[in-house]
């Protein structure tokens, strides 16, 4: 996967879509992250493309515990 990826926005809707294999997410205040593992790390980024892995160095640990691409 290339750096920087694209990151979707959030969009307001008037009601849920229906379907078995949707998610919802709340969009709260603050950063919307990318996190994805390689095969020797973890990588965060802001929607903006800012490289956040140190600021958020304990979502980074957490990561390592998931399955390598």
């Not at 959030?10 to 919802?24: K, S, W």
Request: glycine share 6%.
């Amino acid at each position: 996967m290339d750096w920087p990826v694209s990151v979707a926005l959030a969009q307001a809707v008037p009601t849920l879509p229906v379907g078995a294999d949707l998610h919802y997410e709340p969009k709260m205040d603050g950063d919307r992250l990318v996190m994805w593992r390689t095969a020797q790390t973890v990588r965060l980024q802001t929607r903006s493309g800012r490289d956040v892995t140190p600021q958020w160095m304990d979502l980074a640990l957490a990561g390592m515990q998931l399955p390598r691409a």
